[in-house]
């Protein structure tokens, strides 16, 4: 079974600009997160979708955004680049027993390498 | 507010030396516990999931122990090898929520 992908791989960009980052999660899981991997804050959770609803978010500024499409394949976006939005952008995929639920394993993809100048 | 500690940061063992990573929560009231390594620039790999009523998981050389009431768990890893050097990386998830809050993790270094 294929694992999480993610893209692209690496990225470069300028302040100010916008960017989209794609995830594809295992096939049949259902919830996505993401999350953000500075060497100085470690990972911080961005936010979670399940079945195209964002049902948790962490706390970062309105300019992180994202969204699950009907396939599960989720996307996030950040608009108005700021330097300090260079990190590794994870994301991890699980399959809950239930729509509540959240004991199942996550499993992260490789991630999204982003520098912004 | 979740916090999750491990001890130590850095680690440095000769190869086939047993070694055991902690990592402490200060809410315990979680759903489940899980283990992850991190290799340079790459993704997580998971390695073991505790739920909040088990004690312990194992997977090949690998055990963790999850102790919720003293809100502590180890990573316990026998006859280490280089392959083993990475970053180890415990994390909490509290009740119906996704959201995982990780520690800054152990950097474990094994040499030949």
């Known amino acids: 079974k294929a694992g999480v992908t993610q893209t692209p791989r690496y990225l470069i960009k300028t302040r100010g600009q916008q960017v989209t980052l794609s995830c594809s999660p295992i096939?049949?899981?259902?919830?996505v997160s993401w999350y953000q991997q500075t060497p100085g804050q470690g990972l911080q959770f961005l936010f979670e979708?399940?079945?195209?609803?964002?049902?948790n978010k962490g706390n970062f500024p309105g300019r992180f955004s994202g969204r699950q499409f009907s396939n599960s394949r989720s996307e996030m976006n950040v608009s108005t680049l700021e330097l300090g939005d260079s990190a590794l952008y994870l994301c991890?995929?699980?399959?809950?027993?239930?729509?509540?639920?959240?004991?199942?394993?996550?499993?992260f993809g490789p991630g999204t390498r982003l520098l912004v100048l | 507010k979740q916090e999750v500690t491990q001890i130590p940061a850095a680690l440095s063992v000769p190869e086939g030396e047993n070694l055991v990573l902690n990592c402490s929560f200060t809410?315990?009231?979680?759903?489940?516990l899980q283990w992850f390594r991190q290799d340079p620039g790459k993704g997580l790999t998971s390695l073991l999931l505790?739920?909040?009523?088990?004690r312990e998981q194992t997977s090949g050389r690998l055990n963790a122990s999850l102790d919720k009431s003293s809100g502590r768990s180890t990573l316990y890893i026998a006859a280490s090898q280089p392959g083993d050097s990475a970053t180890y990386l415990c994390?909490?998830?509290?009740?119906?929520?996704?959201?995982?809050?990780f520690g800054k993790g152990t950097l474990l270094t094994v040499n030949p």
């Open positions: 505790i739920q909040s009523s088990q």
């Open positions: 979708y399940f079945s195209e609803t964002q049902r």
């Open positions: 991890a995929s699980s399959n809950p027993r239930t729509s509540g639920g959240s004991g199942e394993t996550q499993y």
């Open positions: 809410d315990s009231a979680i759903y489940n």
């Open positions: 994390a909490v998830i509290r009740g119906s929520n996704y959201k995982l809050t």
């Open positions: 096939s049949g899981h259902r919830s």
